[in-house]
C-alpha cells in the first residue's frame, strides 16, 4: 500500500510553498500542545480556537492564504484555520458534537498527531539516553522468568528493538557530529568559536557518549549480554518456543519463523560483539578531529587578526612618514594627532617573552661563618615563612567566602558578588574553580561581564541540597 493511498489529498497542502506555511506549522504544533494535559485527543473547540486567536493576535497576522478577506477579528480568522484543519482535503483535524451537551469538539486525528510528532522531532529532536538500551537489554535477559510465558515478545523481540534503537542513535550520533565540525571551520572570532566549543562540551550527545565508556564499566554489561545471548542459541526447547510465538505473532510459517528467530538473535550478537565497538571507535575519531580542528581554528584566528593588524600598522606608518615629507601631518587639526601615535606603551607578559637559560658559573670561592639563631629569631622566621606560604585562594578559604557573601540564599548571581577591585575578581574565580568541590553548583549563564579589561562570562552559583 502506498503513502498517499491513506492520506487526504491535501495533506500537505498546508506545510508546502506559500506565504502562511510557517502559520500554518506553528498552529498545528498549538493545537497538539494543547491535549498535552488531557487524557485523549478530544478537547472543547472554542479552547481550541481561543488558543489559535490568542496565537494570531500575538504575531498580529491578519490574512491567510486561501482564506477569505471578510474575517475582521481574530476569532473569525481562527475558526477558518480551524475548518481548514478540519476539510476533509486536509485531515488534521475531526470536529464532533457530544451527545449529551450538544457542545463541539475537536478531535486530531491519527495522521495529525503523527505529522505533529514528526515536526516537533525535527524541530527539537528529543534526548535519547543511549546506556539506557543497553540497561534495558541487561535487566530483560538478567531475569528470563519474566518472559517465560511469552519468549518471543517479551523477552527476544523486547532485547530485538532496544538493540536496534541503540544501533541508529549511534549512527546518527556518529553522522551528525561532522555538522558540528562544519559549523567550526565556519566560525570567524574567537568569541564565536569559543560558544561553540562551549556548546560542544556542554552538549547532551558528549555526556551521553562518556556514559557508554568503560569508566562506566558499560563493557561488563556487553560481556554478560554476549554470554545470554549464546546460552540461548545453544537452547534448543527455548528458541522452538520463540518461534512458535513468532508464527503466532507475526503469521509466518513454522519454518520463515525458525528462520526469523535465529536473525534476530545474529543481529542482536553481531551488534553487540563487534558494531558497538566499531562505531564507538568511529565516534571518538570525530571526537578527536572536532578537538584538533579547535585547536587549529583558534591558532588561525589569533594568527589571521594578528597579521591584519601588522599590515594595518604597517600601512600607517608608511603613510605618516610621506605625510611628514610632504609636510601634511603639520596641517592636520590637533584632535587628529593621536591616530598616528604608534608607539604605544604595552606590557610584557610572562607567555610573551622567553628566559634564556645560562649556567652560572662559580666566579669567586667564598665563605659565610654560621651563626646561632635564638628561639626568637627561629619563631620569627617561620610566622614570615608561613605569611609568604599562605593561599589567600584555598579552597576551603573559598568556601568560607562564598557562603558569607550568598549568606540564607540557595543561589548567588555573578551580579551580585563584590567585583570591583583585583583581589575581588580572583576571589570570585577562585570560589567557582573550587566550586563543586565545596558542594555548589555553577551555572553558566548567558552573556558576558567586563571586569578589569576581561570578559568574564556570567555564571550562578547554587547550593547543592546535602551542603544544606
Request: overall charge negative; proline content about 2%; aromatic content about 8%.
Amino acid at each position: 500500500m502506498n503513502l498517499f493511498d491513506t492520506l487526504p489529498g491535501s495533506f500537505f497542502n498546508c506545510l508546502a510553498s506559500g506565504s502562511s506555511n510557517r502559520i500554518y506549522a506553528d498552529c498545528l504544533l498549538l493545537i497538539y500542545h494543547e491535549y498535552d494535559r488531557e487524557i485523549t485527543y478530544r478537547i472543547p473547540r472554542s479552547q481550541v480556537r481561543d488558543a489559535l486567536a490568542v496565537y494570531l493576535m500575538e504575531h498580529q497576522i491578519e490574512h491567510l492564504e486561501e482564506e477569505p478577506e471578510e474575517n475582521t477579528n481574530y476569532n473569525e480568522l481562527a475558526n477558518g484555520v480551524i475548518r481548514r484543519f478540519c476539510s476533509r482535503e486536509v485531515g488534521w483535524l475531526e470536529e464532533d458534537i457530544d451527545d449529551a451537551t450538544y457542545e463541539k469538539h475537536i478531535i486530531m486525528t491519527e495522521q495529525g498527531v503523527l505529522l505533529s510528532e514528526f515536526l516537533q522531532q525535527l524541530m527539537k529532536p528529543e534526548r535519547e539516553e543511549f546506556s539506557s538500551y543497553i540497561f534495558n537489554v541487561y535487566n530483560i535477559l538478567k531475569d528470563p522468568d519474566q518472559w517465560e510465558d511469552d519468549p518471543y515478545i517479551n523477552g527476544l523481540r523486547a532485547v530485538y528493538r532496544n538493540a536496534k534503537l541503540l544501533s541508529k542513535a549511534l549512527k546518527r550520533l556518529a553522522t551528525f557530529i561532522k555538522k558540528i565540525i562544519e559549523r567550526m571551520v565556519q566560525e570567524e572570532t574567537m568569541e564565536s568559536l569559543t560558544e561553540n566549543i562551549l556548546e560542544y562540551c556542554e552538549g547532551d550527545f558528549i555526556k551521553e557518549y562518556a556514559r557508554l565508556t568503560k569508566q562506566q564499566n558499560i563493557h561488563i554489561y556487553r560481556s554478560y549480554i554476549r554470554l545470554r545471548l549464546e546460552e540461548i542459541q545453544n537452547d534448543a526447547a527455548l528458541l522452538e518456543k520463540m518461534a512458535d510465538g513468532c508464527s503466532l505473532e507475526e503469521n509466518r510459517s513454522k519454518e520463515e519463523s525458525r528462520a526469523q528467530v535465529q536473525d534476530m538473535l545474529h543481529t542482536i550478537r553481531q551488534f553487540f560483539t563487534e558494531d558497538y565497538d566499531e562505531i564507538m571507535r568511529d565516534i571518538k575519531h570525530k571526537i578527536t578531529v572536532y578537538l584538533q580542528l579547535a585547536i587549529g581554528r583558534a591558532r588561525f584566528i589569533r594568527n589571521r587578526s594578528r597579521d591584519i593588524r601588522g599590515n594595518v600598522e604597517q600601512t600607517i606608518r608608511i603613510l605618516t612618514e610621506e605625510m611628514d615629507d610632504l609636510g601634511w601631518k603639520d596641517d592636520l587639526p590637533e584632535e587628529m594627532n593621536p591616530l598616528f601615535d604608534l608607539e604605544s606603551n604595552e606590557f610584557l607578559d610572562l607567555d610573551s617573552i622567553r628566559y634564556p637559560r645560562k649556567n652560572q658559573r662559580i666566579a669567586k670561592a667564598s665563605q659565610v661563618e654560621v651563626e646561632d639563631m635564638t628561639e626568637e629569631d627561629i619563631e620569627r622566621a617561620r610566622l614570615a615563612q608561613e605569611r609568604e606560604a599562605e593561599n589567600p585562594y584555598s579552597k576551603e578559604k573559598m568556601k568560607s567566602y562564598v557562603e558569607q557573601v550568598m549568606g540564607s540564599r540557595k543561589e548567588l548571581s555573578s551580579d551580585d558578588l563584590p567585583l570591583d577591585s583585583k583581589n575581588e575578581l580572583l576571589s570570585a574565580l577562585s570560589a567557582v574553580a573550587y566550586g563543586k568541590e565545596n558542594g555548589f553548583e555553577i551555572r553558566v549563564e548567558e552573556g558576558y561581564m567586563e571586569l578589569q579589561q576581561m570578559l568574564i562570562r556570567r555564571f550562578t552559583i547554587e547550593k547543592e541540597e546535602n551542603n544544606e
